[in-house]
């Protein structure tokens, strides 16, 4: 075995999935039949509501007379929706610092979020550091998140559902999709019902934008029209009957898929070239290579005469002289499932 197959074969995403199945025997079984009853009655983008998780969570420590926690419930439903594909996203640096850094104006785009590329992803998080309130979210560097959209049978409502993999262990926080980004985290401190945050609101929002903004930035590129992502998008595995049933089989262990790639070498030639003409480079009638804000584009697809759906592009901090990036080569290829 190689050091990158290794890592990956022990990354934290996937030793977090097999504690938690350790710790629950049969319980990937029994998603297996839920899905197989039920999955006609939520959107095909969903691979298991929290509710339907709590439930095989109640049937399962039923025997222990415990009950499970809308905690537990949110980490069984990104573990099992993660578990069947176990992609974990690597973003490149020149591309991941500004990317974490785009200002989310207006409404979240709510129904983008339904074209993340697997039904959970797990995107690697470096230098995010939320400050303040040891033991909880806030005070932890965040290695990484896992992230699924959750649907409510009853309401017909969706919502993102978030882990966040901190110290050892990770906390999951649902963030409602509507409305814009100080909204929904306005809808997250309500229903987190902890009075301490009532007193220092202004301070929590502060805070809870300098964790949510980036992760929703990394979400939306994912989820991007023009997302740059390895050579190709993965695959969404299909069950397989079996005399028990259907079942999904997971893989053996995560496939990293690298993002950025082409995107963050156009970045650093640009920035290359502008420091170059700084020192008295190139000159001429050209424009030179400049730095202009990111920001994020809605615009409609579809024909014009039947539904348009709204799409999403990153449009990056220097649109000015930078390459072609889709006709750039990537150097860096997935690594192959066994």
């Not at 005070?139 to 882990?163: K, M, N």
Request: charged content about 25%; aromatic content about 8%.
């Amino acid at each position: 075995m190689t050091d990158k197959q290794h890592s990956l074969s022990t990354h934290r995403a996937r030793s977090a999935l097999e504690h938690y199945g350790a710790e629950y025997a049969h319980i990937w079984r029994r998603i297996d039949q839920m899905r197989e009853l039920y999955r006609h009655r939520w959107p095909a983008h969903v691979f298991l509501p929290v509710a339907r998780a709590g439930q095989i969570l109640t049937e399962t420590m039923r025997p222990t007379g415990r009950s499970p926690s809308a905690q537990q419930a949110m980490q069984l439903a990104l573990l099992a929706a993660w578990r069947v594909t176990q992609g974990i996203y690597r973003f490149d640096q020149d591309l991941y610092t500004p990317l974490v850094s785009t200002a989310i104006e207006g409404d979240i785009p709510s129904e983008t979020l339904h074209r993340l590329p697997e039904w959970c992803v797990y995107a690697e998080t470096p230098d995010i550091i939320v400050e303040d309130r040891p033991q909880s979210i806030f005070g932890a560097e965040i290695h990484g998140i896992w992230a699924s959209v959750d649907w409510d049978d009853r309401t017909r409502q969706e919502q993102l559902i978030v882990g966040f993999d901190h110290h050892h262990a990770f906390a999951a926080l649902p963030l409602p999709l509507h409305g814009s980004l100080d909204e929904t985290i306005g809808a997250v401190i309500a229903n987190m019902n902890d009075d301490r945050i009532g007193v220092e609101e202004s301070a929590f929002r502060k805070r809870s934008h300098r964790m949510f903004q980036p992760v929703l930035s990394l979400l939306l590129y994912l989820c991007a029209d023009d997302a740059d992502i390895s050579d190709q998008r993965p695959p969404r595995p299909e069950p397989k009957r079996t005399k028990s049933g259907l079942r999904i089989f997971p893989p053996d262990k995560p496939t990293k898929w690298d993002v950025g790639v082409r995107m963050g070498a156009a970045l650093r030639r640009s920035h290359q070239a502008s420091a170059n003409e700084g020192e008295g480079g190139q000159t001429g009638r050209t424009p030179r290579a400049h730095v202009r804000r990111a920001h994020w584009h809605t615009f409609l697809a579809g024909p014009r005469t039947g539904a348009r759906e709204r799409r999403l592009k990153w449009l990056p901090p220097i649109p000015v002289n930078l390459d072609d990036v889709a006709n750039l080569p990537s150097v860096i290829r997935p690594v192959a499932k066994t």
